[in-house]
């Protein structure tokens, strides 16, 4: 009876350890990944702000291996006739770099583009009429960019 029990007791000594370096690599990223990487790639206002302020907290965020990296606006100006841009293409990229690591690109790209083309719009409603209608007309011109292009830009990189 002793030699059955020592190579089981033996085994199962190994295989706990096994199963609890597993069990650390698992939860590398938690569950839940997805729900919170689409909560913040909405076109609403409060998607953008929830995004925003977990950007100026992002080691809150580390065990979710969220990509944060942006070149802002790419080979395009941040802030076109001084329209401040640079945000809202932070937003884009963030989405753009995320959802392509994640293999879910295609299928969200169209929402990502609109949430920009809103978070943009956000900006010109803080100008008054004959400016504000400047900067939605430079926004839509932003917006149709990334529409044509941004399915050309390789992975990790983003046109916004």
Do not use: I
């Not at 640079?86 to 959802?99: I, L, T, V």
């Not at 900006?123 to 504000?132: D, E, I, K, N, P």
């Amino acid at each position: 009876m002793r030699r059955r029990l020592a190579p089981s007791l033996a085994a199962a000594t190994l295989a706990v350890p096994a199963v609890l370096v597993f069990a650390g690599v698992a939860s590398a990223a938690p569950a839940d990944k997805p729900q919170v990487l689409s909560s913040w790639t909405q076109t609403g206002a409060t998607s953008h702000h929830a995004w925003a302020t977990a950007r100026t907290n992002r080691s809150a965020w580390s065990a979710y291996g969220f990509d944060w990296s942006t070149d802002y606006c790419s080979s395009s100006p941040d802030n076109p006739f001084g329209f401040p841009f640079k945000m809202p293409c932070a937003r884009h990229d963030f989405g753009y770099r995320n959802y392509k690591a994640a293999g879910t690109f295609a299928a969200n790209k169209s929402r990502l583009d609109s949430a920009f083309h809103e978070d943009m719009k956000r900006v010109c409603a803080r100008y008054s009429r004959g400016m504000r209608t400047s900067c939605n007309y430079t926004a839509w011109t932003y917006y149709r960019a990334v529409v044509v292009f941004g399915v050309s830009a390789p992975a990790g990189t983003a046109v916004a």
